[in-house]
Every structure is written in structure tokens, then in C-alpha cells.
């Protein structure tokens, strides 16, 4: 089964306009940690922004906001006032508590910011 | 601080040769990871060292795979003989601490290397 998954393959976006990228994500572990990373062309993965499971509030990173909903398993990413450089593959990932360190993927969204 | 760096960046070889992936964590950090991305596809787990330990290699395909880890430093990923499969990029990460870690541990991406093999 899925355990990530996002369901916007790619997208197109104005500048200075913001930009919700979605993510649902599938775990029976209580503990889980929710993770956002920017891919841009050169081909590094940067990380964004992190989202504890027992978190109380949704995490804020300078433009980037997690919009966390637990009980519907979603934990969307949003960017306020898009700039060109905001163009990239962004990956969403989970990884579950437990002895277990791994990163789970989503398939990623192609972000393409317009002039 | 340097990074992580994988080497090389790109790499074109013949279905049945070898290729040897390497990765260089960033200095002190204990936890290596190792991930795949074949095209088109999620971003797949392969294995997760502990300074020289494997500490999970459930994620490895089959037996062509093989890690090392020598001394905790550097690491490499051999694929032997390569099949037309095995063409993805290859990540390598790298995270602080040994053992337990905290949930928020941050991951450190290398630049990947781009296998194509044909």
C-alpha cells in the first residue's frame, strides 16, 4: 500500500502567488515524523521543513507552512509568495517511529513558477 | 562545512559490467543512508549503515547490490554485474548521531549519481 502519496505530478504557478503542494500519507505508528524536501534542477535534495506527529502546532519555515492534519493523515505544504527560484521537485516523506530510520518517499510534484 | 558528495555525478555503462558509486558523508556524522530513485518512480530505501555496521539493508534489490562502509568514513555501492533495471539516481545521506536518533533528525542529501545503464 501507498504510504505517501502525492497526487499533483506537476504544477504551474504564478509568481508571487502561493502554493499549496499536497501530501497524504498512510502509518498505524503513532510516532512518525513528516518531512518536506526541495529538489531543484542541480540535483541536490534540500531540506524544508519538518512535522512531528505530536506536534501541537503546524511548523513554520520563513515562506514554507505545513498545513498538518492528522486526522485525515494529510500534511500539505504551502509557500507563500512564489519566486522563480521556488521552481524544483518537491518531495514529500515519512519516517516511523520504532527502530527504524528510513525515509519514505512520495513521488514527488514538478513545481514550475511563471514570470 | 563540506557536504555530502557523491561520486561520480553521472555514469554510462554496458549492461553485465560493474560500476562503483561512492559517497563521502559529512565529517562526524555516524548514519548513512543510501536511496534510489529509479525513473519515474518514489525515491526507494536501499540500506543504512552505523559508522561501519549495517544497520538495515532491507531495502537492497538482490544480490549484484553490494555496500561498504570501510572505517565509518566513505561509502560505496557496487552494482555487479548492472542490468538495464538498475538505471536511476542513486542518493547518499547522511545524518548525526549513532543508535537511537530523534524523529527530526535531519537527513543531509548528496547530489546523487545518475546511473544509466544500456
Known amino acids: 500500500a501507498q504510504k505517501i502519496t502525492q497526487t499533483q505530478p506537476g504544477m504551474f504557478v504564478q509568481e508571487k502567488e502561493a502554493v499549496t503542494l499536497d501530501c497524504t500519507y498512510d502509518t498505524s505508528d503513532p510516532s512518525y515524523g513528516l518531512f518536506w524536501y526541495k529538489q531543484p534542477s542541480s540535483g541536490e535534495m534540500i531540506f524544508l521543513i519538518y512535522?512531528?506527529?505530536?506536534d501541537q502546532q503546524n511548523a513554520t519555515e520563513g515562506r514554507y507552512s505545513l498545513n498538518f492534519q492528522k486526522a485525515r493523515k494529510s500534511a500539505n505544504l504551502v509557500i507563500s509568495a512564489s519566486q522563480l527560484g521556488d521552481s524544483a521537485m518537491y518531495f514529500c516523506?515519512?519516517?516511523?517511529?520504532?527502530?527504524?530510520?528510513?525515509?519514505?518517499w512520495g513521488a514527488g510534484t514538478k513545481l514550475i513558477i511563471k514570470p | 562545512e563540506a557536504g555530502v558528495t557523491q561520486f561520480p555525478s553521472h555514469s554510462v555503462i554496458e549492461k553485465g559490467q560493474t560500476v562503483t558509486l561512492r559517497c563521502d558523508p559529512i565529517?562526524?556524522?555516524?548514519?548513512l543512508y543510501w536511496y534510489r530513485r529509479v525513473m519515474g518512480k518514489e525515491i526507494k530505501f536501499l540500506l543504512h549503515f552505523v559508522k561501519e555496521s549495517k544497520q538495515d539493508e532491507s531495502g537492497m534489490p538482490n544480490n549484484r547490490f553490494l555496500a561498504e562502509r570501510t572505517g565509518g568514513t566513505y561509502s560505496t555501492l557496487k552494482v555487479q554485474p548492472a542490468e538495464l533495471e538498475d538505471s536511476g539516481v542513486y542518493f547518499c545521506?547522511?545524518?548525526?548521531?549513532?543508535?537511537?536518533?530523534?524523529?527530526?533528525?535531519?537527513?543531509?542529501f548528496g547530489q546523487g549519481t545518475r546511473l544509466t545503464v544500456v
Open positions: 512535522q512531528g506527529s505530536y
Open positions: 545521506a547522511s545524518s548525526q548521531g549513532s543508535g537511537a536518533q530523534s524523529m527530526n533528525t535531519e537527513a543531509f
Open positions: 516523506a515519512m519516517r516511523e517511529g520504532g527502530n527504524n530510520y528510513q525515509l519514505i
Open positions: 565529517s562526524g556524522h555516524d548514519n
